[in-house]
Every structure is written in structure tokens, then in C-alpha cells.
């Protein structure tokens, strides 16, 4: 079955312990992004990457990090986190840059929350 | 720099038609794409358009004017499934912009 596959689906954690949501697509995509979503911003990119070893930042990239090693996998890093940070955060995978004909593919979220 | 605007919420009984518009200002345009969320899930591609004119499938159409640099959704008989958030985007150069969602809410 085709899909995006995050983990962990929910995490609690304290200001400044490093943490790393994981990201996995099964359908070959070269397009791989991040999002965090909150309430009467809608989705807002944080960054995404183009291919192995290809990312960018996206509008929102100020406390994360990304890495690309391999093409199925895209984990989101946050080295030192904080309450603002806390958000509900989709991983997405496409063939291409996503928008037009291209259809981006989402994972099932992961809420996070930082005390 | 890209915005897109859209009603934040609408409401509709069931079997009714509701559009929900979205305006949009971009540098480049490679279309206009909608995606459906429902609580607690994961956006969900509905359809695009890249030129003029309206995209029909099945209940949902979407509609595209670049001149105008307006879209909408369109939602025929509506059902209470149908509850749910959706969401105008275009594409940036490489990364996607999305507005903030409308949340539709059907009534019986």
C-alpha cells in the first residue's frame, strides 16, 4: 500500500531535549516536505527537500533541521525545542514540487507538544 | 511573495450546494490545487486546475479564473461526511503555499 509513514504519532516532551520525528514513503517520491499546521494558519512549510542530499527551507524553518540520506526517509530534528514549537507537524512526499498537476501525499500527523 | 485567501468557516445543511472561494496572489502560477482534511486526519488531494474553467469529479467541481486570480470549490449534495476543512494551494518555485482552510460544517 502506497504511503507516508510518521513517527511518533503523538510526543510530549520538556524545553530543549532533542527529538526526531521520523519520516518514511513507500511510492519513490524525489519531493519530500514538512509542514506544521495550527489553528487559522493553516499548513506552513518548514522545509523540503528535492532529491538525496537536496533540501531547502521552506517558510517557517527557524528551529529545525532536516537530512535526506536516503530517498524514502526524511526525519525532522529539533536540537533544542520550544513551547512554540508545539504543533501539529505533516510529513509529505511527490514525485515532483508539489501544487499543479502534482499531488502531494500526506502522513497521518504527528502532535506535538513541548512543556 | 504568495497569499491565498479563503473563508474561514461555512455552513450548509445536508444535500444542499455550498462553494467555498479562495483568492489568490502569486510571482509564478502552476495552478490552483484543493485538499481536504478532516479532523484529526491528514490533508487529502481533491483536484486542480491549471487553466480556466471548471474541473468536474463526481460531487466536487473546481473552478479557476487567472485572470481574476480566483478559484473555488464547488460541493454538490452535500453529506454529512463531507464536514470537514479544505484547503487552497499553489505552488511557490519549489515548495507549496496553502491558505489557512475553511471549515465546512454540514448540518442534517
Known amino acids: 500500500e502506497a504511503q507516508v509513514t510518521q513517527n511518533p504519532r503523538y510526543l510530549i516532551t520538556v524545553t530543549g531535549k532533542k527529538l526526531t520525528v521520523t519520516c518514511s514513503q513507500n511510492?519513490?517520491?524525489?519531493?519530500m516536505s514538512w509542514y506544521r499546521q495550527d489553528p487559522g494558519l493553516g499548513l506552513r512549510q518548514i522545509y523540503y527537500s528535492m532529491n538525496v542530499e537536496v533540501t531547502d527551507k521552506g517558510d517557517v524553518p527557524e528551529g529545525y533541521k532536516v537530512s535526506r540520506k536516503e530517498k524514502r526517509n526524511f526525519p525532522l530534528i529539533l536540537e533544542s525545542p520550544s513551547p512554540n514549537q508545539t504543533s501539529l507537524y505533516f510529513c509529505?512526499?511527490?514525485?515532483?514540487?508539489?501544487?499543479?498537476?502534482?499531488?502531494?501525499?500526506f502522513g497521518q500527523g504527528t502532535r506535538l507538544t513541548v512543556v | 511573495g504568495q497569499s491565498l485567501e479563503q473563508p474561514s468557516e461555512v455552513t450548509a445543511v445536508e444535500g444542499a450546494i455550498v462553494q467555498i472561494n479562495c483568492t489568490y496572489q502569486?510571482?509564478?502560477?502552476?495552478?490552483l490545487s484543493w485538499y481536504q482534511q478532516h479532523d484529526g486526519g491528514a490533508p487529502t488531494f481533491l483536484s486542480y486546475n491549471a487553466l480556466d474553467g471548471l474541473e468536474e469529479t463526481g460531487r466536487f467541481s473546481s473552478f479557476l479564473s487567472r485572470s481574476d486570480s480566483y478559484g473555488y470549490l464547488l460541493l454538490q449534495e452535500l453529506q454529512m461526511k463531507d464536514s470537514a476543512s479544505y484547503f487552497c494551494?499553489?505552488?511557490?518555485?519549489?515548495?507549496?503555499?496553502f491558505g489557512a482552510g475553511t471549515r465546512l460544517t454540514v448540518k442534517p
Open positions: 509529505a512526499s511527490s514525485l515532483s514540487p508539489p501544487g499543479g498537476v502534482t499531488e502531494a501525499f
Open positions: 502569486t510571482s509564478g502560477f502552476y495552478g
Open positions: 494551494a499553489v505552488r511557490d518555485n519549489n515548495d507549496m503555499r
Open positions: 511510492m519513490n517520491h524525489e519531493y
